[in-house]
């Protein structure tokens, strides 16, 4: 096996280290934007904010749906 002088060895590494560069330039080329980054989060506030509303909606109809059926029950009831 041939041994590499100091020369070549940076030159190998110089290559190794471009490949990896290259790589990790990539990958970060695919990651959000800051400006994108806060704009999700804003959806993402948003959402939650809409979900709580939706959420009380869903409580109060199933009360009012739970009333009604025992109104419902207790008229069913009466005209027997």
């Given at each position: 096996?041939?041994?590499?002088d100091?020369?070549?060895?940076?030159?190998?590494?110089?290559?190794?280290?471009?490949?990896?560069?290259?790589?990790?330039?990539?990958g970060?080329?695919?990651?959000?934007?800051?400006?994108?980054?806060?704009?999700?989060?804003?959806?993402?506030?948003?959402?939650?904010?809409?979900?709580?509303?939706?959420?009380?909606?869903?409580?109060?109809?199933?009360?009012?749906?739970?009333?009604?059926?025992?109104?419902?029950?207790?008229?069913?009831?009466?005209?027997?």
């Amino acid at each position: 096996m041939q041994s590499l002088d100091d020369d070549e060895k940076k030159m190998v590494l110089g290559e190794v280290l471009a490949d990896e560069l290259k790589a990790i330039r990539e990958g970060i080329s695919n990651l959000p934007t800051r400006t994108e980054f806060n704009e999700l989060k804003t959806d993402v506030e948003e959402l939650k904010s809409d979900m709580k509303v939706v959420k009380a909606a869903v409580t109060d109809q199933s009360k009012q749906l739970q009333q009604h059926d025992t109104i419902f029950k207790t008229l069913k009831r009466k005209a027997v």
